[in-house]
């Protein structure tokens, strides 16, 4: 008597009792034929479904979901569910910029160059008897952070108003920014009539993206006081002589 196992996901087997592993979940139709001594054949099937092993399920949670290039770090959780009886023995976190990490449910993870990332997790649990493992992934997208040139603005004398708001300012600076001015370097005080400043000093401009990433640079402004013109009338002299 022979056997032909066809396990629906292109697996197949010629023994009497087989055993198969999915490594996908999803709906398969399982069919057998079986051959006897003199050639003749019967055939069956069965469909089946094959959920995620409910022993453990593995999860990825990402903040934020976009961020920024340079000093900055993404946050990943796991909260992975774990079946009564069974304790985690392995997580296995990859990156997806060929760096890992194998112990942390919390890691977080800096990356060096902009552009999109898949991050998955293999998360194991065991019961002393048995181990079962499950995977999950996640994309987080990595954005450079703009980069904000400056040039301060001509010296001017008193009673001349400066405008940083000017493009001369911040040419050279990644493009589309928008432009944010501040009299403190933390950003948190807005520098009023940034077209029209009075009073000379260092201020800043923060250039943000469409993104929300962020860079912040000082720019100096130089008001020079007005000269004062001390006159002594010169002494009357007579016709004929010069002053």
Do not use: R
Request: charged share 10%.
């Amino acid at each position: 008597m022979s056997y032909s196992w066809d396990f629906g996901d292109g697996g197949t087997s010629s023994a009497a009792i087989p055993t198969h592993q999915y490594d996908v979940a999803g709906s398969y139709t399982v069919a057998l034929t079986v051959t006897n001594g003199y050639g003749c054949t019967a055939a069956a099937s069965e469909a089946i479904s094959i959920t995620k092993n409910p022993n453990v399920a593995a999860d990825i949670s990402v903040y934020p979901a976009n961020e920024c290039l340079v000093g900055n770090a993404f946050e990943f959780t796991s909260a992975s569910t774990i079946a009564a009886g069974y304790s985690l023995t392995g997580l296995i976190w990859d990156f997806g910029d060929g760096t890992t990490a194998s112990t942390d449910l919390a890691p977080t993870h800096s990356y060096a160059a902009a552009g999109t990332y898949v991050v998955s997790l293999q998360a194991t649990v065991s019961n002393g008897v048995n181990t079962f493992s499950d995977n999950a992934t996640s994309s987080v997208i990595v954005t450079p952070t703009p980069a904000i040139v400056i040039t301060s603005p001509a010296a001017v004398c008193s009673g001349t108003t400066v405008d940083l708001t000017a493009a001369a300012v911040t040419a050279g600076s990644t493009a589309n920014l928008s432009f944010a001015y501040f009299t403190d370097a933390a950003g948190t005080i807005a520098l009023a009539n940034a077209d029209a400043v009075t009073t000379g000093g260092t201020y800043y401009i923060k250039g943000t993206t469409a993104a929300g990433c962020s860079d912040t640079k000082p720019v100096q402004v130089t008001i020079d006081p007005a000269p004062v013109v001390a006159v002594t009338n010169p002494a009357a002299v007579c016709s004929g002589t010069s002053v």
